[in-house]
């Protein structure tokens, strides 16, 4: 069996790792003539970091993340924070795994530095795609055919694979933009801000920020709307008194991280419909192509990781049957995945609610949840961190399956 993966992102460089433990044939074709350094802060829960340390990131991880001790659920205007559940040491003694901060940069480098350089084309812009009763293959602008008997779309939400094979519909918007920067840490030293995962929810805008790069940068994300169009790129600038203008009125921590940022950036926020199906014959997408989401769970990336782990063992397990691998991967990944998307979207809504009968009602809901709970986890994170890939591929999950999501 050779494997065709198309896109060396968070989600094809995890599978072509998995694939290479697992001793199958691969390449993968990326249209970057290099790894850059791209993106900005990710979270990584106990559900992918498990993942990470089985394709040998393990002793990697330390060097370039942080460990938050908690979530905080914060309001705008005092600063109170209204829910908060645990992380370290608790998500690792419960899950098995640590919950981390990093930067997409120093991922993707852990990821890249142990690909098979061998199995890896760089600067391969992908033209055209299929398959027919000979296998599948992907043709590059220059002309190169590619074949192979799988194809995998790991190619982004703006995949090529899931336009040719799947759904050509348009990305959907989500009305909001997300604002970011990154501050070194010690120029907010003075503000002694705990090493936890920070979420502030305000009236039409919300503020994420946390530590990534080891606690030498602090990563923050602001979720809110503009009047004026704006594109969906990680590289567009954005000015600082604009982000300011839209903190009027909030409690101060957020405004003083903002202002001590040097370079900010905007992007629109979109995702997309959810797909019905993710294989045709011997084709498949994985990661945003499959799936991509709104950032207000986190799990962009650790859904891709848990793709790419699930989809290499099917293919391991069934490697003369490639439809028969490809549909387990589907049945094991649809449905959680799709979960995660609505769920998303979801929360959309309730971090931007502005009536202010509305937000007391979720804060006392949030507070309530605190006392439930005894500053234990909540059935979301349960069900979100629970989630073991290899039990899924064994069949062995069903601790997990039983549980609620939201």
């Not at 559900?47 to 990131?57: A, H, P, T």
């Not at 704006?230 to 604009?242: G, L, V, Y």
């Not at 998307?341 to 509305?358: F, L, T």
Request: aromatic share 8%; with cysteine.
């Amino acid at each position: 069996m050779r494997v065709i993966i198309i896109g060396a992102g968070i989600g094809g460089s995890a599978l072509a790792l998995t694939l290479e433990q697992l001793g199958l044939d691969y390449v993968v074709l990326e249209q970057a003539s290099e790894f850059g350094d791209v993106g900005a802060g990710i979270q990584l829960s106990p559900n992918g970091v498990r993942i990470l340390e089985q394709l040998g990131l393990g002793a990697d991880l330390p060097t370039y993340v942080t460990e938050p001790d908690c979530h905080k659920m914060v309001s705008w205007d005092t600063g109170e924070i209204v829910l908060r559940t645990p992380l370290m040491p608790m998500v690792k003694e419960t899950f098995g795994a640590a919950y981390y901060h990093a930067h997409r940069r120093d991922l993707i480098a852990s990821l890249t530095n142990r690909l098979n350089m061998d199995r890896v084309q760089m600067n391969v812009q992908v033209a055209e795609i299929g398959q027919d009763a000979e296998g599948v293959w992907a043709v590059s602008a220059d002309g190169t055919r590619h074949k192979g008997d799988v194809l995998i779309g790991a190619d982004g939400i703006h995949s090529l694979v899931r336009e040719r094979i799947f759904r050509p519909d348009e990305m959907r918007p989500s009305g909001y933009v997300a604002w970011r920067g990154i501050v070194p840490a010690d120029k907010l030293a003075h503000l002694d801000i705990p090493v936890s995962s920070y979420i502030v929810m305000g009236p039409r805008l919300s503020f994420v920020f946390y530590y990534v790069a080891g606690g030498r940068e602090l990563n923050w994300l602001a979720l809110g709307q503009t009047e004026d169009e704006k594109r969906e790129s990680w590289s567009q600038t954005a000015s600082k008194d604009e982000v300011l203008r839209a903190f009027e009125g909030w409690y101060d921590l957020p405004k003083q991280i903002i202002d001590a940022t040097d370079s900010l950036f905007v992007t629109a926020l979109y995702d997309r419909q959810p797909l019905g199906h993710w294989t045709q014959g011997h084709i498949a997408v994985m990661g945003d192509a499959a799936h991509a989401m709104l950032p207000y769970h986190a799990q962009g990336a650790v859904q891709s990781v848990e793709d790419a782990w699930v989809l290499g063992r099917c293919l391991s397990d069934s490697p003369e049957d490639v439809q028969a691998a490809l549909g387990k991967y589907e049945g094991l990944r649809h449905d959680r995945a799709t979960r995660m998307v609505q769920h998303s979207r979801n929360a959309q809504g309730w971090y931007h609610i502005d009536d202010p009968a509305e937000v007391e009602a979720r804060n006392n809901r949030f507070r309530n949840i605190g006392e439930q709970t005894g500053g234990g986890f909540t059935k979301q994170q349960t069900w979100l961190y629970a989630y073991d890939a290899e039990k899924a591929v064994q069949g062995t999950d069903d601790e997990w399956r039983s549980l609620p999501d939201w």
